[in-house]
């Protein structure tokens, strides 16, 4: 649905040069949820700004369902920029409009006849749950119906991409969670694809089946949601990792363990404690629990559980070998003492 190739943003401004993006290629499927995270300054925005032509970029390729967007101009442009919505983590709703005629308002510049106009944005007001607040001003909202109306607005002319900034950023959680599962009721019941962008893991937990990471304007890792949450490669993975999964342990607690300590992975099976106790038991080991979860990364389960072994020093290694057959992932986080 959207490709990008080698593409570079690159802003001169008085006495200086940045790299807003740099040479990112990638590939997003359509009827996919894919998700871009980095700190502040990554070059999310300006990556994403790209793909609408909000800005255009300085080099490289870029496709929108088969169209490549930098080749248009004018009336051409504006057609095929109807077909990507937009939404923003500040909303921008124009607060002298009513709810109706914020959404009407995308519709008119569209040119849609004003019958059909009011047809589709009941229809809409509907879709986001806001029917009853039809005719009341944007002050009157609360941050998360403010983004319900964006949305609605951002869906207007039947897009077939949705770009979120930010989205959900300026939200408390639970508003968040509504919002996160209006997106995937849209991505799921329109077919619309969504690319998302937040400096927040959660999010891409939640919803995203694919995602990048950027640092400098580049993409430094990109997969599967599950497979880089189960497998990071690069710190900044594990890091944003760390932010919804902490394995930390406190250093006093480290320093009285004698014993090795090793976390291990099972990936998409809850019955991981089962294969611990088992393992334990056939090579007369002790464990000691320091920290465990599993997680759901859309309903796929993540085990992660973190001990301290304690027993023959040989039979710990042979527990771990074993442990690593039953499709587990050992790393041993220190040795033993
Ligand atoms: N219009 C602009 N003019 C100059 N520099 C910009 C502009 N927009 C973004 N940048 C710079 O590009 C880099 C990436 O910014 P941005 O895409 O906004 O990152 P993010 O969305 O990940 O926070 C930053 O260093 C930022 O200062
Ligand atoms: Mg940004």
């Known amino acids: 649905m959207i490709e990008i190739q080698n593409l570079s943003k690159i802003y001169k401004t008085k006495n200086d040069v940045v790299k807003g993006v740099d040479n990112v290629t990638l590939s ?120 319900r109306v964006a949305i609605a607005r951002a869906l207007a002319n039947n897009p077939k991409v949705l770009l979120c900034d930010e989205a959900t950023s300026a939200l408390d959680p639970t508003t968040t969670k509504s919002i996160l599962n209006l997106l995937k009721k849209i991505n799921e019941e329109l077919d619309i694809t969504i690319v998302l962008i937040t400096h927040e893991m959660n999010v891409v937990k939640e919803i995203c089946h694919r995602m990048a990471i950027m640092q400098d304007g580049r993409v430094i890792e990109e997969g599967a949601v599950y497979k880089i949450f189960s497998n990071p490669k690069t710190e900044l993975a594990k890091e944003f990792i760390a932010s919804v999964v902490s394995f930390e342990i406190p250093e006093s607690i480290v320093n009285s363990c004698t014993g090795p300590i090793v976390k291990v992975t099972f990936r998409g099976k809850v019955a991981g404690e089962g294969v611990i106790s088992d393992t334990l038991q056939q090579f007369n080991l002790n464990g000691n629990f320091l920290h465990g979860s599993i997680e759901y990364i859309q309903e796929r389960p993540l085990g992660i559980f973190v001990m301290e072994l304690k027993g023959e020093k040989n039979e710990i290694q042979k527990a771990l070998d074993y442990i690593e057959q039953r499709d587990a992932q050992v790393e041993v986080l220190r040795d033993g003492i």
């Open 28 to 147: 997003i499927q359509k009827g996919e949820i894919y998700g871009i995270v980095g700190y502040s300054g990554a070059g999310k925005s300006s990556l994403l700004r790209c793909i609408n032509l909000l800005e255009r970029p300085s080099t490289g390729h870029l496709t929108v369902d088969g169209t490549d967007l930098t080749s248009l101009r004018g009336e051409a442009l504006r057609l095929a920029r109807l077909k990507i919505g937009m939404i923003f983590q500040h909303f921008y709703l124009i607060s002298q409009k009513t709810v109706f005629e914020n959404i009407a308002f995308a519709l008119k510049a569209a040119k849609i006849p004003p019958k059909e106009i009011t047809k589709r944005v009941e229809s809409l007001l509907e879709m986001v749950g806001l029917s009853d607040k039809r005719n009341v001003y944007p002050s009157q909202l609360s941050g998360g119906q403010k983004q």
